[in-house]
């Protein structure tokens, strides 16, 4: 048999980074897949505006006056994902490249997903985040950090 295949893990990890390529975000491209209990994978998204909306029709930028930057435009890769599911989601776990804001917090919350796998936390000193953390917590989400080059072949291929 062989031993260096992918990790459940490094494998959900690496679909949500994979659908993170798609955003035309400039400054931060996020990823996210909802896996089933039975490690199928039930929805993907990654951070970009609504359909219908043109991407060089609205602004990237990540400063100046707000309606002149992304953030009331764009839907995070978590909603997308929510959105796009082809299936509940009470149980689920989600796979993000980026922890999720407080906002997207309550969603997966209310979608009913159990567990954020998640990879970076480059704003684990927000007050967004530790908005998100309290709400987790109050919900019993359990969240765990990974780094897909630490997990990566059979050692841990079966732990999820």
Same mark, same amino acid.
């Given at each position: 048999?062989?031993?260096?295949?992918?990790?459940?893990?490094?494998?959900?990890?690496?679909?949500?980074?994979? /659908?993170?390529?798609? =955003?035309?975000? +400039?400054?931060?491209?996020?990823?996210?897949? #909802?896996?089933?209990?039975?490690? &199928?994978? %039930?929805?993907?998204?990654?951070?970009?505006?609504?359909?219908?909306?043109?991407?060089d029709a609205f602004p990237?930028?990540?400063?100046g006056d707000y309606d002149?930057?992304?953030?009331?435009?764009?839907?995070?890769?978590?909603?997308?994902?929510?959105?796009?599911?082809?299936?509940?989601?009470?149980?689920? /776990?989600?796979?993000? =490249?980026?922890? +999720?804001?407080?906002?997207?917090?309550?969603? #997966?919350?209310?979608?009913?997903? &159990?567990? %954020?796998?998640?990879?970076?936390?480059?704003?684990?000193?927000?007050?967004?985040?530790?908005?998100?953390?309290?709400?987790?917590?109050?919900?019993?989400?359990?969240?765990?950090?990974?780094?897909?080059?630490?997990?990566?072949?059979?050692?841990?291929?079966?732990?999820?």
């Amino acid at each position: 048999m062989r031993k260096d295949y992918l990790s459940w893990d490094a494998y959900f990890m690496g679909v949500a980074k994979l /659908s993170a390529l798609r =955003s035309k975000d +400039p400054s931060t491209q996020v990823g996210a897949c #909802i896996v089933s209990n039975d490690r &199928r994978i %039930i929805g993907i998204g990654y951070n970009g505006l609504p359909h219908g909306c043109a991407d060089d029709a609205f602004p990237w930028n990540s400063e100046g006056d707000y309606d002149k930057t992304k953030y009331p435009y764009v839907v995070h890769a978590e909603a997308n994902a929510i959105l796009n599911a082809t299936r509940a989601l009470a149980g689920a /776990s989600i796979y993000v =490249s980026l922890f +999720p804001c407080n906002e997207c917090t309550k969603l #997966i919350i209310q979608s009913g997903i &159990r567990e %954020i796998v998640y990879e970076s936390n480059k704003y684990a000193d927000t007050r967004e985040h530790r908005a998100a953390i309290r709400m987790l917590q109050a919900a019993g989400v359990t969240y765990r950090q990974i780094k897909v080059g630490d997990i990566t072949y059979a050692e841990t291929a079966e732990a999820v």
